[in-house]
């Protein structure tokens, strides 16, 4: 009895596992949602709508346009295409799909600049996202 | 002993009414756990989008490019929509779907959006809306030189 017991003590001491299980589910998913939490922009952009979609993953490294021509990758503001494109090549192994957020304001040139550098830049998926409202015109 | 016991029975139903003795830690635990799932859930939401295809860099090619090709003009005098051109005639965004729809199949597979630099990205969006409900399968960006 006595042998039995020191035994199964050293071989295993009865640690209890569930809470430890628990923390380790909790901080997985927690880090998952950090990562991909949505980061704010640096100024509100007002997507067109669109009855015709696809659906992309909601990932890192999304590109802001604003109807004033500002450019911004994520909540980090852009000085001008070149400082975009530099960037955009550093991360451009992280980048799938890269999607373009415009503003319906912004012009079509810069959107379309935007795209030739992204081009340039080796990221050939290429998306224009729309607003996440259902679409209320015809 | 009788007096005893409803001494205690007293005291307990006080401290009762006072404070009922709630055990927080698990409806805490709940709490966290369903703020992480509502926030899982939203960021797993899809995000929606139209694909775009670009012209592969480097010298346009001389030879036309199969498929159809749209101008739209920068917008002049105070109306926020440029002018659209397919095939050398008017479309507007009311009668584009049907337009689409009408081009050959085979024309279908490509549209060239080639705008001006001021047009407004809500307009080409549209239009790009219009296109893919028709059928078109792929739509690429020109720039009017």
Same mark, same amino acid.
């Given at each position: 009895?006595?042998?039995?017991?020191?035994?199964?003590?050293?071989?295993?001491?009865?640690?209890?596992?569930?809470p430890l299980v628990d923390c380790v589910f909790l901080l997985l998913i927690f880090f998952m949602i950090s990562n991909i939490l949505k980061i704010p922009p640096p100024f509100t952009v007002d997507l067109p709508e669109?009855?015709?979609?696809?659906?992309?993953?909601?990932?890192?490294?999304?590109?802001?346009?604003?109807?004033?021509?500002?450019?911004?990758?994520d909540d980090v503001r852009m000085a001008d295409l070149d400082a975009m494109f530099n960037y955009l090549l550093l991360k451009?192994?992280?980048?799938?799909?890269?999607?373009?957020?415009?503003?319906?304001?912004?012009?079509?040139?810069?959107?379309?600049d935007v795209m030739e550098r992204a081009k340039q830049a080796e990221i050939d998926n290429l998306a224009l996202a729309i607003s996440e409202d259902d679409y209320k015109g015809m | 002993m009788q007096a005893h016991t409803h001494e205690e029975q007293m005291v307990t139903e006080?401290?009762?009414?006072?404070?009922?003795?709630?055990?927080?830690?698990? %409806? $805490?635990?709940?709490?966290f756990l369903l703020i992480i799932f509502f926030m899982l859930a939203t960021t797993f939401a899809?995000? +929606?989008?139209?694909?775009?295809?670009?012209?592969?860099?480097?010298?346009?090619?001389?030879?036309?490019?199969k498929g159809l090709i749209l101008r739209i003009s920068n917008p002049v005098g105070g109306s926020d929509e440029g002018v %659209? $051109?397919?095939?050398?005639?008017?479309v507007s965004l009311d009668n584009a779907?049907?337009?689409?729809?009408?081009?050959? +199949?085979?024309?279908?597979?490509?549209?060239?959006?080639?705008?001006?630099?001021?047009?407004?990205?809500?307009?080409?969006v549209k239009i790009m809306d219009r296109a893919k409900r028709a059928g078109v399968v792929k739509i690429g960006f020109a720039m009017v030189q």
């Open positions: 009895m006595k042998m039995s017991k020191s035994k199964s003590g050293s071989k295993m001491p009865q640690l209890p596992m569930e669109s009855k015709a979609r696809s659906e992309f993953a909601r990932k890192r490294y999304n590109i802001y346009i604003h109807e004033s021509g500002q450019v911004s990758v451009k192994k992280e980048i799938e799909t890269l999607i373009i957020r415009a503003d319906k304001n912004a012009e079509h040139g810069v959107v379309v | 006080r401290s009762d009414r006072r404070a009922p003795n709630v055990d927080m830690t698990p %409806m $805490i635990d709940c709490v899809p995000l +929606p989008g139209i694909r775009v295809k670009l012209p592969p860099p480097g010298q346009p090619s001389r030879e036309k490019p %659209m $051109i397919l095939n050398n005639e008017i779907f049907g337009v689409f729809m009408n081009a050959a +199949p085979e024309a279908k597979d490509m549209l060239i959006i080639q705008a001006g630099r001021q047009v407004v990205h809500d307009q080409i």
